[in-house]
């Protein structure tokens, strides 16, 4: 269906205006981009926007070949997820209508508003504004969803009319009908006939996939800056850089109470694999709030704190002339950071794992310091309830019943759908998975505009969704594929280190300064006008000091963070 002649011309205009470059001129569709994006041209079948990699590529593509090129049209686009990665849109052309495709944990948005018979898509917010011209407004019931759901998304954003097509997807506009079509899949990996049952090919090959994706991730960075706090996910990239002999820098950012200071270790690694290590304090300050959590995204996910962080470490790079930042974020939910007996009850579930059902009740047993016979009863009493869908998290704390209510029945996740969970601990390592699809596909925004995570990579993803349950518990810990994999690269009380440091104590400390005006902020504010936060149950909840101490300040924090969200949407 041929664009109406002023839809086409407010889209010509709207890139003329954000100083975009047009890479598609078609009847049916007007696409734009910056400059600096990379872009595959298709023709008249289209194009595809964003870093384009394939298998044992570090560079990204510049172009594919007639064949290619084909196959990925008679596809409607779904041929890119089979045989590529990378952060793309792919716009493509063919005889049932046009269609977008976005790159599963693709860290390039694609938010879409339904306009009559077709649809207009942006990167961010204030791309699409101009472009569809149309106002949006604040959705209160779906940010009490999302204050619900936490690190879950969903496809509706907070913002009213306002959609975004996840990774793995399809929008399809064709000559009647607009949809979208959820097609890679995580079950399809986590498959028993795609099994890695030999432990030490699993950890060689995981070691492969994870220095290939930090390699083709960074390889447009001359001298990037490593945030190192000593853990295992940030020492996995430590090692992962290294492996490829780069140029790069690491910073260390810490509080000052013990729990949130993990430098010691962070220098060991540093020390091991020969790279200069840059420390930080983290101290308590005047917190301005109400500007930090202002982000321009479709959802008020972005935390407070998190900001501070890579603000702090936007600004350590440039004083270090780093020209990117990179982070371990999402490494726990790729490398299954979990301690659950639902991965025991696979050992009683799958045949292959009844071997293993001991063993795997021991490691369990060590890790949450409990009784191997209480972790196999808990594990066979699991295994009997495999039905049982499993159910996402959600914290209705201080929140409306008013806004709570549409929320009763828990609508889930596509990657969760009943049918696929015949191994709960399976699901339990998807469901993490999901909450990593979120942290990187939201994308640039605030201060982490030049930040990439790249243990969230497709390839990685899918040969650590081969890898059995009962292969990520060893030696009393979990994670332990990734750990094996990386062992030789790393200190030995790094890679097998069973704790980590928490940032909880500085976290209270920025609530309890700043008490009085977080206040004021919530209590007058467009959350609680709206009806959306139980003004009663907060008030209580800030005059208990003690109560605050336990897990009630992190939810007050990102009750603040989601105000100074929203009066910034407003304030547009």
């Known amino acids: 269906m041929a664009l109406a002649e002023p839809d086409r011309a407010r889209l010509l205009a709207a890139a003329r205006n954000q100083s975009l470059t047009v890479v598609l001129d078609r009847p049916d569709v007007v696409a734009a981009c910056d400059d600096v994006a990379s872009t595959i041209d298709l023709g008249e079948d289209g194009v595809i926007i964003g870093p384009l990699y394939q298998s044992g590529t570090r560079e990204a593509l510049t172009s594919v070949s007639d064949s290619v090129q084909r196959a990925i049209v008679k596809s409607a686009g779904t041929r890119l997820f089979e045989a590529f990665w990378g952060d793309y849109v792919g716009i493509v052309r063919s005889g049932t209508g046009t269609s977008l495709v976005r790159a599963p944990f693709g860290s390039l948005p694609c938010l879409f508003q339904r ?131 780069r140029m790069f820098s690491c910073l260390n950012m810490a509080t000052r109470d013990h729990a949130g200071d993990e430098a010691s270790y962070a220098r060991r690694v540093a020390s091991h694999v020969g790279r200069p290590l840059h420390e930080r304090a983290m101290a308590v300050m005047e917190y301005d709030f109400a500007r930090i959590g202002a982000v321009r995204t479709p959802r008020p996910v972005a935390r407070g704190y998190q900001q501070l962080v890579f603000e702090a470490a936007a600004r350590a790079s440039g004083e270090l002339g780093c020209d990117g930042i990179i982070d371990g974020g999402g490494g726990d939910n790729v490398f299954c950071s979990l301690r659950s007996v639902a991965f025991a009850a696979d050992c009683l579930l799958d045949g292959d794992g009844t071997q293993h059902f001991r063993r795997v009740c021991g490691e369990l047993a060590q890790l949450a310091e409990a009784s191997r016979w209480r972790v196999a009863w808990k594990a066979r009493r699991r295994a009997w309830q495999k039905a049982c869908p499993y159910k996402l998290q959600e914290d209705r704390r201080l929140l409306s019943p008013d806004v709570q209510a549409p929320w009763q029945n828990n609508a889930g996740h596509p990657w969760l759908e009943p049918a696929e969970l015949g191994l709960p601990g399976r699901g339990a390592h998807i469901a993490m998975l999901i909450a990593a699809q979120g942290y990187v596909e939201d994308g640039p925004h605030g201060a982490k505009l030049n930040c990439t995570a790249p243990l969230v990579t497709q390839p990685l993803v899918e040969h650590c969704l081969a890898i059995p349950s009962w292969h990520w518990f060893a030696r009393g810990n979990n994670r332990a594929a990734a750990r094996i994999a990386f062992e030789a690269c790393l200190p030995p009380d790094i890679a097998w280190r069973r704790g980590k440091g928490n940032p909880e104590s500085f976290l209270f400390s920025l609530l309890e300064r700043n008490r009085e005006a977080m206040t004021s902020h919530l209590m007058d504010g467009v959350l609680a006008s709206a009806g959306v936060i139980d003004k009663a149950a907060l008030a209580r909840a800030l005059r208990d000091t003690e109560r605050l101490k336990g897990t009630t300040y992190g939810r007050i924090l990102q009750l603040v963070d989601t105000e100074s969200w929203a009066r910034g949407i407003m304030a547009g």
């Open 115 to 245: 306009l009559g018979s077709g649809i207009v898509t942006g990167s961010d917010i204030d791309l699409l504004r101009p472009a569809s011209g149309t106002p949006f407004s604040l959705d209160f019931e779906a940010i009490g969803r999302q204050l619900i759901l936490g690190d879950v998304r969903l496809a509706t954003t907070s913002l009213r009319g306002i959609e975004e097509l996840r990774g793995g997807s399809r929008l399809l506009v064709g000559p009647s009908e607009v949809r979208v079509e959820d097609i890679w899949s995580p079950w399809t990996f986590a498959d028993a006939r795609r099994a890695i049952d030999d432990l030490e090919d699993a950890a060689r090959r995981l070691r492969h996939e994870c220095i290939a994706a930090v390699a083709a991730r960074t390889s447009t960075l001359r001298h990037p800056l490593l945030m190192l706090s000593g853990g295992l996910d940030s020492s996995i990239l430590a090692a992962s850089l290294s492996a490829r002999d």
